[in-house]
């Protein structure tokens, strides 16, 4: 399968905790996004890495969360201290350089209880 | 108010009939503008790229009014496989984040 993947598929944790979540994109992709999406919305936008760099941070993305893709490949999504709050779907997607147009992973469902 | 508005529905319609979705966006430099589908605990798929002078694909026909600022999605003969949630998702250009609507859901029922 050459789309994105994501890891793990769901994850529940107890508040307070952290958890960090890894996406893989498409391989020849160089732009990567991360999304959350809570029951009945459409996805939000929270982060975008061009290669390595990480280009642009959505307000919601709070001093809480942060995003790495070291090497241009793989991409982690780390969130401290976790609240009921952060309770979502979050999606990863990529795309290549040139298209808006989005290819999404089948998201990690993050519970915190 | 919301930058991308849909009707959350839900649309329920029988098979063969013809069900129209509109979304409106309220960013009037928005400059790329996509239908997603997502079925139930599924990623979002990339329907179609709406075209200022309106695209189809199959029975599938996407319009954009730029004037009014809104965005249509037609769908004909609906098959049961059609039930899902349809997204409208804009970008402004200025960002290279999609913003999506709330989802429109349909059911197409035999």
């Known amino acids: 399968d050459t789309g994105v993947s994501q890891d793990p598929r769901h994850k529940i944790t107890k508040r307070g905790q952290n958890v960090t979540f890894r996406c893989d994109p498409i391989s020849e992709h160089n732009r990567l996004y991360w999304y959350r999406q809570t029951l009945g919305q459409g996805p939000e936008f929270l982060t975008y890495f061009q290669n390595e760099a990480q280009l642009e941070k959505s307000r919601l993305l709070s001093d809480r969360f942060s995003a790495e893709r070291p090497k241009g490949s793989f991409s982690t999504l780390e969130i401290q201290r976790t609240e009921q709050g952060d309770s979502a779907m979050y999606l990863c997607?990529?795309?290549?350089?040139?298209?808006?147009?989005?290819?999404f992973g089948q998201g990690t469902r993050l519970t915190v209880v | 108010r919301k930058e991308v508005e849909q009707d959350p529905g839900p649309f329920n319609v029988p098979e063969g009939a013809t069900v129209a979705f509109n979304c409106t966006y309220s960013?009037?430099?928005?400059?790329?503008f996509f239908w997603y589908r997502q079925d139930c605990r599924k990623e979002p798929k990339l329907l179609m790229s709406?075209?200022?002078s309106g695209n189809e694909d199959g029975r599938f026909t996407a319009q954009l009014n730029r004037a009014s600022q809104y965005i249509s999605l037609l769908i004909r003969d609906s098959k049961l496989s059609d039930s899902a949630t349809y997204l409208c998702v804009v970008n402004s250009g200025l960002s290279l984040g999609l913003i999506f609507g709330q989802g429109t859901e349909l059911s197409v029922k035999p």
């Open positions: 997607a990529s795309s290549p350089t040139g298209t808006p147009e989005a290819f």
């Open positions: 709406v075209y200022s």
């Open positions: 960013n009037s430099a928005s400059q790329s």
